[in-house]
């Protein structure tokens, strides 16, 4: 709980329905996804609850943010700020702090259709957005979290590989103008949004040199730096035709099919077919999906029940899955995809299970056009976390995959980490093909404390892999201590990263939990 | 739900905020992408369905106690389901059990229900209905030329609010019955309370004590099919009662009823009612109609970690609430045009009345009613039909509270108006104010 007259500062900011201090409150909010290994990893009991905030505190506006910011750096209360909420990341990590659940700030601000980017303030959803952006025939990038997830959060915070990220990129890189609320209190505008005369939102690079690097820093500061309350992203071309349609009950709902979109789903047989299979597949520029999975994955992907998944197992014999969606605005262009797709299947020799051995349902099309396919990722075990994650080219991002699957077996064979059949890796491509995204999906059961603990130890034993045999930095090194493990052996970035979040933290108020503190071990 | 897979499931809950939309999938719009009245009105996580399994896991872990801060999080909502729907889509969780056995607990704490919950279950058990109104006076509302039939096998069941506070629907039910010729009954000074306001609130022991002499009374009769026009009783007989106790008569609302009754012919809706119509599917008669189907099945590991049921066990999805009937209904009425809005059938929003929240909170329910007036607005209609006595009450008075154009009308009364009742009849049956 705040000190009554603390209490009282803050409810003058937001207004006394908008602040709660109640002991059922802080404690909901300690509550996350995933908490129970990331405690477990910190030596700490493996239950799902953090450090409980001393409160929770809803602002409305970039003004009020600012000011319960000020007000946190005047108490030296650190602040957590969260938004769609999804994730450990979203937890403070001490329990001298606040939480900013910034759901009131919920507006679309512009659809710009002329100059192709959307504003949005922290509570507006990838769904929501796109529900709108489609009216005008345009679509935005979702994070493989799903269409759930606020887009804000995905593109200034974090990474935000996604589905479609053969067109439509990743969120981290869709970054244009930005607004957001300094450690300090202070509001940076970032990009054209900053410009003296006429500010607008078209760029994130300058006036002057581009933040957009420290904003986003590997994989996003997670609040460890601030708290953004607008961005702009940019927006793509709706890749076929608007008309969305869905008749049933949930959950299979009978989707329109949009007249030209066609899935594939390939066996590559191995590594090396697979590597050749993925690029010059991304080559061609026309793929909407282009995912590399496990072959539970594919299995899961087009199932709603762990009992229809089973039917499936098909599937399970799979080595090297690739699913591939095409997608197209005319019959034109959909033609030259086909015919471009007709051609490499021959080149690669490759099948297509789709039209031969499986016909998925309607609704897949309309998930994949929604992004909620990686939701399918909780239907064995309900836990499931990627225990490690490089962004790199193809041949790295495969040679990860290759290096951590007997890893995961040692696991799977304990069985503390649930078998997913196969390389247990996501791979897709960054616009087509320029550079790679690998991830390691796991399933683990978060009631099981063996389970937990065992997700927990593979996390950390697939990240000293990537250290020892040289595949890049994990997309997990998050807080003081990964930081510190890991700086000394990449140019001591660590120091680097220090040194930013001290010039624009002094107080160290913005929770650092999973970024980095200014002191060394003062998180 | 029973205690142990209660405390299996509280365990299990992603954080993702599914709960908080309608299915991610059908989202059309940023104004209508949300589901949840509660989440929308107070913002805070623990509001959403998600946010009280989480409370429930608090609460079984001892981190937090019985107190009027839980108690009023816990009581704000309506039980409408849509976090169900939601979740799911997918997943296997039951926020609704969760947070109905998180209300008993509160319950046997002495902690819940709302204190203005608890006067109206004190009237239930001391004159049969949650309004306190005199039980002799429960079937006032019948006109004197209404027919019934003492020998009938079809009894047609008022409920409370449609006794006391809604006549108009109760008298249009029963005209409409008559009119196609149904022999019917009601059970005049043996109906009681259906128990639905009080099972919301989590008092399942008194609940348990009213089902059984309800069902006493009802099988004693002989009865082979019992009529509702009250979707709350409906659903409680269909879905609640035989969780406790199975029985063997027929449960029907007069939607279905009328339905049959105008595709055989036997209802002929000549009259032309020239307005544009927008349906409000009611939560009991929608997605949470769907009764829990019988599964004797097995839990078999599959591998580390996987179990699978064989069968596979049956999950409601709200995808088999009543839904075709009342749009049958509206597009067979001559003249009537019929325009949907964009949250319907399983992710429809709800009215803002259920689960007690209209008595204990309701700043709430006439928020979470314009919430819906506003989207029936959008949708072009003139007239806002539904086909709950409690969906009536609480949208009526969010649209004099909103000062809308909108009109409302029960579905029954549109049926009276293409039967081309005489004027004055009609005027008998009009609403009065809640």
Known sequence: MLEKEILKEFQDIVGVENIDDGEVMTNAYAYNWCIEFVNYMEDKEPIPFSPIPKAVILPSSTEEVQKVVQ?????????????????????????????????????????????????????????????????????????????????????TSMAGPGFTS?????????????????????????????????????????????????????????????????????????????????????????????????????????????????????EEEIALICSHMSSYA????????????????????????????????????????????????????????????????SLFYAECLRTNLGYHGFIATGGFQSAKGQCDSAALCLRAEMKNKPLKQKYIEKGVIANDFGEGAWMTSYESGHFFHMEAPTFFDQTNVESVKGMGEYMEESNQMDLLKHLGVPFFIEGDHLHNHWGPHLMNYHNWLRKIKKIFDPNGVSDSGFYISGNEGDV | MDEEEYQKMIKRCVRCSVCKWIPQVQIKSQKYASGCPAIDIYNYHPYSGGGKIILALAYEMGRIKPSEELRDIVYKCTVCGNCAVACKYMSTLEPIEIMMKLREKLVDTGCGPMPQQKTYIEAVKKVNNPYNEPHEKRMDWIPDDIHLDPKAKVLYYVGCTSSYRRKEMAIAAARIMNEAGISFNVLQEDEFCCGSPILRT?????????????????????????????????DTFKVDYPLSRKYDFKVKHTVELFDELIESGQLKLTNNVPITVTYHDPCHLGRNAE???????????????????????????????????PRNILKKIPGLKFVEMERIQEYAYCCGAGAGVKSAF???????????????????????????????TNLQDGIMDKNSKLKYFDISELILMALGLEPEKLKQATAEVA
């Open chain 1, 71 to 155: 007000l946190c750096n005047k108490y030296r209360i650190k602040f957590k700020a969260q938004s769609t909420g999804l994730g450990p990341w979203n937890q403070p990590s001490t329990d001298n702090s606040v939480i900013l659940d910034l759901r009131r700030m919920n507006k679309i601000v512009k659809i710009d259709v002329k100059n192709l980017y959307a504003v949005v303030e922290p509570y507006v959803s990838g769904a929501q957005l796109q529900a709108e952006t489609m009216k005008y025939g345009l679509n935005i990038h979702m994070p493989g979290a799903g269409p759930m997830a606020s887009t804000l959060a995905s593109h």
């Open chain 2, 202 to 234: 989590g008092d399942s022991n008194t609940f348990e004590e009213i089902l059984n002499k309800n069902l006493d009374i009802i099988e004693s009769k002989g009865i082979e099919t019992v009529v509702f026009s009250c979707a709350g009783c409906y």
């Open chain 2, 291 to 325: 009764r829990y189907e019988d599964w004797d099945g097995d839990v078999v590991p599959l591998m580390p970690l996987i179990s699978i049921n064989i069968p596979p066990k049956p999950k409601r999805t709200g995808s088999k609430g009543i839904y075709d009937a």
């Open chain 1, 166 to 282: 053969p067109q439509t990129g990743y969120s981290a890189r869709n970054v244009l103008g930005t607004e957001w609320v300094l450690p300090t209190g202070e509001i940076l505008r970032l990009g054209s949004f900053g410009l003296k005369n006429e500010p607008d939102w078209y760029s994130g690079d300058g006036p002057g040199p581009s933040l957009r690097g420290i904003m986003r820093g590997w994989v996003g500061t997670k609040s460890g730096l601030g708290v953004f309350t607008r961005v702009a992203t940019k927006l793509f071309p709706y890749p076929c035709g608007t008309e969305y349609v869905l008749k049933g009950h949930s959950p299979i709902y009978d989707f329109k099919i949009p007249d030209f979109i066609r899935a594939y789903v390939v066996d590559c047989k191995n590594f090396k077919h697979l590597e050749k299979s993925f690029i010059r597949i991304e």
């Open chain 1, 298 to 361: 594919v299995m899961a992907i087009f199932s709603y029940t762990l009992e229809s998944l089973m039917d499936k197992i098909a599937f399970g014999s799979m080595k090297s899955p690739l699913v591939i969606v095409i997608a197209a605005r005319t019959k034109r262009e959909f033609d030259y995809k086909q015919k471009v797709m007709d051609y490499l299947m021959k080149e690669l020799n490759l099948i297509n299970i789709i039209g031969t051995k499986y016909e998925p349902e």
């Open chain 2, 362 to 392: 309701p700043e709430m329910a006439i928020k979470t009613a314009k919430i819906r007036i506003e989207e029936a607005e959008d949708s072009g209609a003139d007239i806002l039909v539904s086909a709950c006595p409690f969906c009536s």
